[in-house]
Every structure is written in C-alpha cells, then in structure tokens.
C-alpha cells in the first residue's frame, strides 16, 4: 500500500458519494463571506462541493501540476504548490478541509524517527482557522494515535468522530472527524481519550449519517483587509495576468532608467568600509575603480543578495516556523592583472 502512496504522493481523494453527506453537517450562521480552505486539494472535487454548499469562496493548495491545473479552474483559488511554501493569513479561514496525505513525511530516511503527513498537516493548517471555525478532518482510523488526539482535544471542542459509510469504508477504515476550533486551547483528557481509543479501534465509532442530528454552524470569515493567499514563488502565468489586467506602473520606464548623478554629494563625517561596500554593493561605484594612489584600476561590480534563514520554535504543541531577510553584501572586482577579488 506504501508503495502505491508514494506513486501518487499518497493521494487518496475522498470519495464522490461521502462528501456532499459530510456537506449536510454544516450550515450558515448568516449572510456574509465565508472562506474554506483545502491544503491538499487534489483536483478541487470535495472543497467546491463544500463551497457550493454554503456559497462561500473556495481556496485549495495542492502539490501535483496536473491536478492542481484542474483545480484552479473550478475554485475560487488555487495555489500549485507545497503547502509549507506558501503565505496565507492566520484565522482567515471558516472552514478547514483537511484530507492530508496518507504518508511518511520523510520517506527517506529511518521512518521511525520521521512523522507522518497526517500530523504534520494537522498541526501546521490549525492557525489558518478562525475562532469557532470548522475542522473536517478525515483519516484512516488507526492513524488516529496519542499525538494527534492530544493536539485536536488542546484546540477542538465539540468533536464528533464518524466512520465513512460502510462500503467506503471497507477500502481505506478511514473516519471524518468535525471539531469546533477554540478561542482559547485548554487540555480535555477525557475527550483525548476517548480520541485516542478510537484510534486503538477500542471505542464504538458510529457510520456517517446521512441525516445528521447534530448540525455545525460555520462562522463568518474575520479577516477581511490584508487577506494574504500566495505561493513565496512568483508565478510567471499569475503574473501575466496580474499585468494584463492591472497594468504597469506609469513610472516604470523612470523606474527602469539608470539614474544619473549630476552634483556632487559630500558627506558630513567621512564614510566608513561598511558605507563604501553598501555604495558598491548597490551599482553606484560599477565600472572601473582607482585605489588611492591611482596606479592600481580595478573592474567592479556591486552585487546585493537576500538570504532568506529559517528557524522553528516550539510552543506547546505547536511549531512556529519563523522566517528572516538577511541582506548579503557581495563584491567582485578584477585589478589590473586579471586576479579576481571577492569581499562579502
């Protein structure tokens, strides 16, 4: 079964017959926008059904070209990309869809010490929801294990755990699981275990019904200005569009066009080597350079990087990835000799 996952990077979709029964378990608290999000969206099937459900905008990040091609034509957005690379607002989500691969993160490496998409996915797509937002969390059931179950019962209340319906259910023993996101996380160990045992198979865990008793409100979308939803890549088909349809800059030709120094500046205190390499480094110093005593021309050329370095800090139960600019400072010149100098 491993290897078949890792063919089509653990892509289960779920099944065309139990998601519009999962649909029925939601409804509006009132008018307004509503966002749902899918950060393994396949081809975009089970969040548009969602969506359609509770006319709310669609939003879908998904790994593989080709499905992630068809789901950009039928949901509001989709990135095509890894989830991790990728920008987008915390609590701006209402809905969480959330079918995560069925896989080892690290695949090649001791699986005993990697972890499984299942939590990773889970722990790492939690701050996309809003307060009282919705989780819809489907997964085999023996995946459910201690971890996972501590991490739903730390930020989820009114949790239900169902089994797909029975045919379905014989393929894969996969669950959907509907959390309500707390506003402030608190431990629940009698909810944990409970989460727990049905992961060991040990609890009664009930067939999906078709005509539920219990309905989940799903709230508004909060954030409102500032929404964020890209890749960290720049698309070059994204940004044609963006161009075609919002233009270019009027200035860009000022923008585009050197500039040309016509005074002198004299600075008030005499510049320091960190001011010198900054004026090389940016292109104002490009072309050929004389030491002091003018007998030595060098060829220079400025160059000025962004570096980005990335940290992780742990909180509780969440890992926060943390991501910082550095600017890299990068000189080369040639003297008259042709020895290559480089100052960073």
């Known amino acids: 079964?491993?290897?078949?996952?890792?063919?089509?990077?653990?892509?289960?979709?779920?099944?065309?017959?139990?998601?519009?029964?999962?649909?029925?378990?939601?409804?509006?608290?009132?008018?307004?926008?509503?966002?749902?999000?899918?950060?393994?969206?396949?081809?975009?099937t089970a969040v548009k059904i969602i969506g359609e459900h509770l006319a709310a905008e669609k939003f879908g990040v998904e790994l593989d070209q080709e499905r992630g091609a068809r789901a950009k034509e039928i949901l509001t957005r989709c990135l095509v990309t890894d989830y991790r690379n990728t920008r987008i607002s915390h609590g701006s989500f209402s809905l969480l869809w959330l079918?995560?691969?069925?896989?080892?993160?690290?695949?090649?490496?001791?699986?005993?010490?990697?972890e499984r998409y299942e939590k990773s996915f889970l722990r790492d797509c939690i701050p996309y929801l809003c307060s009282n937002g919705i989780l819809v969390y489907l997964i085999p059931q023996k995946r459910l294990d201690s971890r996972i179950a501590k991490i739903l019962s730390y930020r989820f209340h009114e949790i239900s755990v169902f089994r797909f319906p029975e045919e379905e259910y014989r393929a894969?023993?996969?669950?959907?699981?509907?959390?309500?996101?707390?506003?402030?996380?608190?431990?629940?160990?009698?909810?944990?275990?409970?989460?727990?045992?049905?992961?060991?198979?040990?609890?009664?865990?009930?067939?999906?019904?078709?005509?539920?008793?219990?309905?989940?409100?799903?709230?508004l979308s909060t954030v409102r200005k500032g929404f964020v939803f890209r890749s960290k890549d720049i698309d070059p088909e994204e940004l044609a569009g963006e161009i075609l349809e919002y233009g270019l800059f009027p200035q860009i030709?000022?923008?585009?066009?050197?500039?040309?120094?016509?005074?002198?500046?004299?600075?008030?205190?005499?510049?320091r080597h960190g001011h010198l390499a900054q004026i090389l480094a940016c292109g104002l110093m490009n072309g050929v350079v004389w030491d002091r005593e003018r007998r030595n021309p060098l060829i220079v050329k400025g160059v000025t990087k962004k570096i980005v370095k990335h940290s992780v800090e742990i909180e509780g139960d969440m890992e926060k990835h943390i991501e910082r600019d550095e600017i890299k400072i990068l000189i080369r010149a040639f003297d008259r000799n042709g020895e290559l100098l480089t100052i960073e």
């Open 99 to 114: 079918n995560p691969p069925y896989d080892w993160e690290a695949r090649d490496s001791d699986l005993e010490t990697s």
């Open 1 to 44: 079964m491993r290897l078949a996952a890792q063919a089509k990077m653990g892509y289960y979709p779920t099944p065309d017959s139990v998601t519009p029964i999962i649909a029925r378990h939601f409804k509006r608290q009132r008018e307004g926008l509503i966002r749902i999000l899918d950060p393994c969206a396949g081809e975009g």
């Open 172 to 219: 894969f023993k996969q669950i959907v699981l509907f959390g309500v996101h707390k506003s402030k996380p608190d431990i629940d160990e009698s909810v944990e275990e409970y989460l727990r045992k049905c992961g060991e198979m040990k609890a009664v865990v009930p067939y999906l019904p078709e005509n539920p008793a219990h309905i989940y409100e799903v709230p």
């Open 253 to 271: 030709k000022e923008m585009t066009t050197p500039l040309r120094m016509v005074e002198k500046i004299r600075p008030i205190m005499p510049l």
